[in-house]
């Protein structure tokens, strides 16, 4: 209930602790990781992929040096349009690196594959398929993404990785 005794949601109360606590600011810039298909288009997706986040850099995995290269002169562009997707000017520099099997994971990943683990704590693979599993008979899509948050927010905690650098 709020201060007038009136019920409040689910959805509600959890985007009020989030808030509270600075989780939905922390956690903004690793909406990379889900959005990146809507960042890079379909023929990027196929040759680069996040990877991670160090401090305010991203790190994305390419196939190879001539991608590399071609993408660096696509970085400044790239680097805005995933500032405006994730809501804030939280990267400032990208880095790319070559590390053709973790786009290969990637792309497995997006065709809905197994595939092998990365050893890199983000948001995706098999965890987030089980986890989207059980939200899905959660009706409300704003408490199913709040919820979404609140997992990979304990998760983080849990891995003793801050994100911040």
């Not at 007038?4 to 600011?25: F, K, M, N, Q, T």
């Not at 786009?103 to 890199?120: C, D, K, L, S, Y």
Request: charged share 35%.
């Amino acid at each position: 209930m709020d201060r007038h005794g009136r019920l409040r949601s689910l959805a509600g109360v959890l985007e009020g602790i989030s808030r509270s606590r600075g989780w939905d600011r922390r956690m903004a810039p690793y909406r990379v990781f889900e959005l990146w298909d809507s960042v890079c288009g379909r023929e990027l997706r196929d040759v680069a992929a996040p990877l991670e986040i160090r401090g305010h850099t991203l790190v994305v995995a390419v196939r190879d040096q001539v991608w590399v290269n071609q993408l660096s002169f696509l970085a400044e562009d790239l680097r805005g349009r995933i500032n405006v997707l994730v809501g804030g000017d939280f990267f400032s520099r990208i880095r790319f690196v070559v590390d053709a099997e973790k786009v290969g994971n990637r792309q497995a990943e997006t065709a809905g594959e197994a595939a092998p683990a990365a050893g890199i704590p983000r948001p995706g693979g098999e965890e987030l398929r089980k986890l989207d599993k059980l939200l899905a008979s959660v009706d409300d899509e704003e408490v199913r993404d709040i919820l979404r948050k609140v997992w990979f927010r304990i998760k983080h905690d849990d891995s003793g990785e801050t994100g911040d650098g």
